[in-house]
């Protein structure tokens, strides 16, 4: 397996574009290796500019749940295309996206569209400090809910993959009100809501971590967080950019039991196409203009590429077989990866939820971010590249999550156990050489 055209895309790259890539977390500098350049994919397999074919488990992070160019999602796209791009004027595909979120999605009676799931996260917070007039939120570490301003404190995603636990150019006056707590670790929330009572507009939380590596909520974490809120006065934010749709159709709310007051929602409801929104009880979601006067904006929010795009990923997510399915897969995977790193001696730490799971290179339970933090990140560079060449595409961090889609079938899941077991030997021969 070569990747000239690859290293050559890239070394162009780095001319124009800060680091070769758009988004750090794809540059493969926590792995390694230069970014593979990708000329197109279909269903779960990728093709690269050399020509090299890869089984795809980020999925672009999560949004290709049904596969790449799936035909319904790319039909959609072409006959919104062909009617225009954009108009900046509202269209019937947002009523329908609207109606689509507000019947899916337990905590939402009301929706607005955004382009990212940063824009997400950023309305929720003005649009819960504008709800209760404070200032404090609190968020935890390893979460990453996008990179506005206040939430990059002890992020995960990019940040955990690079070991940035802030960002130069974010005042300290702006994060000053951010408090990040260790996940799963409610007498510390408590702790933080009394000695700040009446101050804190807001818990912002991924019901299930997934930038820090994929780590679950501890039993009664999150129903503890709905208490201490109602308590407080504070709102309950999910950020589901990632467990929106993934977990089933009511995300991880639904799955969970636990209902937010706001939920931020991302990736998937664009099927690929740059989407976010941001959603949640009427009374709340009323303050922003043009019906209140918290205000948010986006020339590009709701277009109709986005929304024909998401409503038809939207639409092959209406049958729940389809997540008994994606759960069934994803638990083959996970014990066949299990299963194959006890065979090579390397000590591999699993979470898994749903469609969605991560294999940490650790012997220990991983239940936050510094559990995290003790994962082996040079053995998981092996790994990575180790699979790479034998056709699987895996997240370039070990602060990611791996997450299985409807194209991917079983002969798929075989061919990536296979490769694990000669990957996992790499590994294990690079331990022993280090000792
Ligand atoms: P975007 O602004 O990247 O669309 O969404 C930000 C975001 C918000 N909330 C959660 C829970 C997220 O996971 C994300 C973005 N996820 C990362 C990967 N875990 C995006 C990949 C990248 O940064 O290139």
């Not at 890239?10 to 792995?31: D, H, K, L, M, T």
């Not at 939380?205 to 006065?233: I, Q, S, T, Y």
Request: one cysteine or more; hydrophobic letters at 40%; aromatic letters at 8%.
């Amino acid at each position: 397996m070569n990747w000239n055209e690859s290293a050559r895309l890239y070394e162009e790259a780095c001319r124009w574009i800060p680091g070769g890539v758009n988004s750090p977390v794809r540059s493969g500098r926590a792995v390694g290796m230069h970014p593979i350049f990708i000329r197109e994919a279909r269903g779960c397999r990728l093709t690269d500019e050399d020509g090299n074919e890869y089984i795809d488990y980020v999925a672009s992070w999560g949004p290709l749940i049904g596969g790449h160019a799936h035909p319904a999602v790319v039909d959609a796209i072409r006959r919104a295309a062909e009617r225009g791009t954009s108009y900046g004027i509202p269209t019937r595909a947002e009523v329908e996206m609207a109606r689509m979120v507000v019947e899916m999605v337990p905590s939402i009676e009301v929706v607005r569209m955004v382009n990212s799931g940063t824009e997400a996260t950023m309305s929720a917070l003005r649009l819960a400090r504008g709800f209760t007039g404070r200032k404090k939120i609190v968020k935890f570490n390893g979460c990453y809910h996008g990179h506005a301003d206040s939430l990059l404190v002890q992020s995960g995603s990019g940040l955990a993959t690079f070991g940035i636990p802030g960002s130069p150019g974010v005042p300290e006056e702006i994060v000053r009100h951010t408090h990040s707590l260790p996940y799963n670790d409610l007498n510390q929330v408590a702790g933080f809501m009394e000695s700040n009572r009446e101050e804190v507009a807001a818990i912002i939380v991924e019901p299930v971590a997934a930038n820090m590596g994929v780590v679950l909520p501890v039993p009664g974490f999150l129903e503890g967080l709905r208490r201490l809120c109602d308590a407080h006065g504070a709102l309950l934010i999910f950020d589901e950019v990632i467990t929106g749709f993934r977990l089933g159709q009511g995300g991880a709310q639904e799955l969970l039991g636990v209902t937010p007051d706001l939920t931020c929602l991302g990736k998937i409801i664009g099927g690929g196409l740059p989407v976010g929104a941001y959603g949640g009880r009427r009374e709340i979601m009323e303050r922003m203009a043009p019906a209140g006067d918290v205000y948010q904006a986006g020339t590009l929010s709701g277009n109709p590429l986005a929304m024909s795009a998401g409503i038809a990923t939207l639409e092959l997510l209406q049958d729940p077989e389809v997540y008994r399915s994606l759960d069934e897969k994803s638990a083959y995977l996970t014990e066949g990866l299990v299963r194959a790193a006890k065979a090579a001696g390397v000590p591999l730490h699993a979470n898994r939820i749903g469609s969605m799971g991560c294999g940490f290179f650790t012997p220990h339970p991983v239940r936050d971010f510094s559990d995290a933090g003790k994962a082996d990140t040079k053995a998981y560079g092996i790994f990575f590249r180790e699979m790479l060449k034998r056709g699987v595409y895996l997240a370039p961090s070990q602060f990611e999550a791996f997450f299985i889609g409807m194209a991917h079938e079983k002969p798929d899941l075989d061919h990536t156990i296979n490769a694990a077991m000669e990957a996992f030997e790499h590994v294990a021969q690079m331990r022993e050489s280090s000792t």
